[in-house]
């Protein structure tokens, strides 16, 4: 992280006297649709991990060939 320059992973932000750069821009952009990526992925395995906390597990039935 520290060779690119990048700080913590948290978004810069602008004041009124001192505007964000290019590189800070691009930084939050980058920033913002990986949060959105996590919040995609969280959301479509929601349903599964709801149903599977609150249904009580069925023993699987064994099959012998």
């Keep these: 992280m520290n060779s ?6 948290i978004q810069d932000k602008a004041t009124e006297n001192n505007p964000l750069t290019r ?3 691009q ?3 980058a920033h913002a649709g990986h949060i959105l990526q ?8 929601l349903p599964r991990l709801y149903v599977e906390r ?3 597990r069925q023993p699987q039935a ?4």
Aim: overall charge positive; some cysteine; glycine content about 4%.
């Design 38 to 45: 996590a919040m995609a992925y969280n959301l479509k395995r």
């Design 23 to 25: 590189l800070q821009l």
């Design 62 to 65: 064994s099959c012998v060939f």
């Design 4 to 9: 690119r320059d990048t700080k913590n992973g």
């Design 54 to 56: 609150h249904l009580p």
């Design 27 to 29: 930084r939050n952009k």
